[in-house]
C-alpha cells in the first residue's frame, strides 16, 4: 500500500529527508497538486525533480514524466526506488516481458512515477495504453527542446500538444534549465501551456567559478588546470571532434590523470563501461563530444572544461551546469582560440541550413564570443543573456583578477586599416596570421610573395606580440569592428562601426590578453596575479601595467556549511567505503546511496540513535530504514577506533 501524504511538506520530510524547500518547489507544487499548469525555469540542480515527484505522491494516479534522456531513466527510476517511491521507465531499451510488467503496474496504479520517451508518447497504441490507467500528471522534462531555433531541437517534442487536447483535465508541468525569453515563450505556446503559471528562477550557479582563457597549447592549459585546481576529481572535458577527445585523454592519462575518451563513434560496450565507471568511482575525467552528459546525474562533477569553444551560450550553460549539482564549489573552464571562431563561421557558412537558420548561429556565436572577450564579470554577462540582470560576482576570473584594460584604439587602427589595404586584394583570403606578420614586419614566402612589404602599415605594430595581435582581433570581432565574411572563406572585414574607429571617432578599450607560457602553466592555477611577467615588449604598447586589480578572494557560496576536522574527515573516508560497498551491493552509483553533503553531516554529528540519523539532511524513511543501522555501525567502531587511539597516545 502507498504511503498516504497530507502535505508537501510531510512528503519532503518523510520521502526526501529534506526540511526545507528550495526556491519555488513549494509554489510550484501547490499549483500542480491544485490541477494547475507550470512553466518552470530553474537551474540545473536547483531541484526541478522534486517539483513533480512530489505532486506524484500528492496526486491520485500515476504521473507520466516526457524525458528525451533514454539512457537516464534507468538512474532516475533507481534513485526514485532508494526513497520509496514506486517507478518505471517505458522505452526502447527494455525486453517485452520488462515492458509488460511496467504497463501491468500502470493499469493496476501501482506505480508513482513513468517515465516515457517523447517519441513514444505520440505513438496513437501509447496514447490507449495511457487510458487504461489514470494520469496525476504529466511532466515535460528538458521542455527547451520544444524549442526549434534553440541548440537541442527535438521534433518529437511537437508531438507533444497532443496532452492538451487528449488529457484537458490532467495539469502539465514544464521544465527546463535553460531558457532565454525566446525560449521561455516558445515552451509555452508550442506545448499549449497558454494557462499555466510561470516560475522562473534566478539562473545563477553560485558555486561554479567560471574561467575563460585564450588558447595557446591547449593540452597543457588543460593539464596546468587540473593540476592546479582539481587534482584526482571528477570531471568533464568537452571537445568538439571526436579525435580530439581522444588525443587529449591519451595526453591526460600520460600526466597521469585519470582520463577516458567518450564519443557517439566508440562501441557501445566502452561507452557503457566509461559511463559506469565516472558514475561509480571518484576522480575520473572523461573526455567526450557533447554526447556525453546528457543526462549525467552526478552531483560531484567538480570541473566541466572546454578545449573548443562552444556554440552557443544556452549549450555552454548548460554543460557547465553539469559541474557542482550538489551546491559545492566547482570550476567552469574554458580555452578558445581564434580558429575556433574562424572554423565555426565556416561551418555555418558551408550548413545547408535556411539563410534565418544561419543567422540564428551567428548571433548564437557572436554572444558566445562576446562572453569570451568581456572584460566584466563572466557570470553578469551570461545571466544578462538569459534576461537576468546582477551584480558582479566575485566568483570568476574577471571578477577575482580584473583585466587590465588598456587604450586599444591605435593599434585597434593599425590593423582596421591594414584590414582594409588587404581588402583591395580581395580575391585573396588573408587570415589573421598574415595579418599580423605585415603588423609586425615579419617576413614570410607569402609576404614575399605579394610584396606586402611594401604596405603602408608594414611593421607599424612590432610593439605587440603575435598572440597580443590575435587577441586584439578577436576582441574586435567580439566588439563588432570586424566581421568575418560569409562567403565561406572567413576574411576579415571592417564593419561601419570599424570605420567609425579609423575615422577617430570611437575609442577602443580593450582587456589585455593573459599570456601564458607553457613552461609556467602548473602554478597559474594557483597564481593568477603574477602571469603578467611573461608579457613580451607588449607593455610599451599602451599596456596599463600598473593598474591590476586588488586580487579578491571572495569564493562562491558553498552550500556545505560542514567542514570537518581531521578527525572527523577520517570518519567520512570510512563512511564513503562503506557507501562504495553498498552502492556496488545494489549496482546504484555512490551518489544514489548517500551524497557527499549527507555523509559530510554524518561525519560530523556522529548520530549513535535512529532518531538521530533521522535528522541528517538527505536521510528519508526509505533510506533510514534501508542504511540507518549500519550508519550507526560504521559511526560507533569509528568511534570505538578513535577511542582506542587516544588511550594509546596517553
Ligand atoms: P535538477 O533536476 O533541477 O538539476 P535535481 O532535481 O536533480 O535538480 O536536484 C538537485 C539535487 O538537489 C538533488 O540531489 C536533490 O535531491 C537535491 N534537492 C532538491 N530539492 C532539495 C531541497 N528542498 N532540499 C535539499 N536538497 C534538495
Ligand atoms: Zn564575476
Known sequence: MPVVFHSPEEALRQVFGYHEFRGHQREVIETVVAGGDAVVLMPTGGGKSLCYQIPALLRP????????????????????????????????????????????????????????????????????????????????????????????????????????QGWPEVPRIALTATATEATHQEITERLGLGSAKHFVSSFDRPNITYRIEPKDSVTKQLIGFIRGSHQGQAGIVYALSRASTEKTAAALREAGIDACAYHAGLDPTTRRQTQARFLAEDGVVVVATIAFGMGI????????????????????????????????????????????????????????????????????????????????????????????????????????????????????QKLLSTVVRLDRERHQHFGAGHLTDILRGTTTERTRQWNHQALSTWGIGADLSQLQWRGVVRQLLARGDLALSDDG?????????????????????????????????????????????????????????????????????????????????????????????????????????????????????????AAEVAAITGVGAAKLEAYGAEVIDVVTQWLGGVGAQNEAGD
Open 61 to 164: 494516479g500515476v504521473a507520466v514524466v516526457i524525458s528525451p534522456l533514454i539512457a537516464l531513466m534507468q538512474d532516475q527510476v533507481d534513485a526514485a526506488r532508494q526513497v520509496g517511491i514506486r517507478a518505471g521507465f517505458l522505452n526502447s531499451t527494455q525486453t517485452g516481458p520488462e515492458r509488460d510488467e511496467v504497463e501491468r503496474a500502470y493499469v493496476s496504479g501501482d506505480l508513482d512515477l513513468l517515465y516515457i520517451a517523447p517519441e513514444r508518447l505520440t505513438m496513437a497504441n501509447t496514447q490507449s495504453f495511457l487510458r487504461s490507467g489514470q494520469v496525476a500528471l504529466f511532466a515535460i522534462d528538458e521542455a527547451h527542446c520544444v524549442s526549434q531555433w534553440g541548440h537541442d531541437f527535438r521534433p518529437d517534442y511537437l508531438g507533444l500538444s497532443i496532452l492538451t
Open 297 to 412: 546525474d552526478k552531483p560531484d562533477v567538480r570541473f566541466v572544461a572546454h578545449i573548443d569553444l562552444p556554440r552557443s551560450i544556452e549549450g555552454y550553460y548548460q554543460e557547465t551546469g553539469r559541474a557542482g549539482r550538489d551546491g559545492e564549489p566547482a570550476t567552469a573552464w574554458m580555452a578558445y582560440g581564434l580558429n575556433d571562431v574562424v572554423q565555426q563561421r565556416r561551418m555555418i557558412a558551408e550548413s545547408l541550413g535556411s539563410p534565418e537558420h544561419k543567422r540564428q548561429l551567428t548571433s548564437h556565436l557572436d554572444a558566445m564570443l562576446a562572453l569570451c572577450e568581456t572584460p566584466d564579470c563572466r557570470r553578469q554577462n551570461m545571466l544578462a543573456y538569459f534576461g537576468q540582470s546582477s551584480a558582479a560576482c566575485g566568483n570568476c576570473d574577471t571578477c577575482s583578477n580584473p583585466p587590465p584594460r588598456w587604450d586599444g584604439t591605435e593599434a585597434a
Open 489 to 609: 572563406h572567413s576574411t576579415l572585414v571592417v564593419t561601419e562601426s570599424g570605420w567609425q574607429v579609423m575615422r577617430g571617432q570611437r575609442e577602443v578599450p580593450l582587456r589585455e590578453d593573459v599570456l601564458r607560457r607553457a613552461g609556467r602553466l602548473g602554478a597559474i592555477g594557483r597564481s593568477r596575479g603574477s602571469a603578467g611577467g611573461s608579457r613580451g615588449s607588449g607593455e610599451s604598447g599602451g599596456v596599463d601595467g600598473g593598474s591590476r586589480g586588488p586580487d579578491r578572494k571572495r569564493r562562491g557560496g558553498s552550500s556545505s556549511d560542514v567542514e570537518l576536522s581531521a578527525g572527523e574527515t577520517s570518519l567520512f573516508e570510512a563512511l564513503r567505503q562503506w557507501r562504495l560497498a553498498q552502492a556496488r551491493s545494489r549496482s546504484v552509483p555512490p551518489y544514489v546511496v548517500f551524497h557527499d553533503s549527507t555523509l559530510r553531516q554524518i561525519a560530523s554529528v556522529q548520530p549513535t540513535s
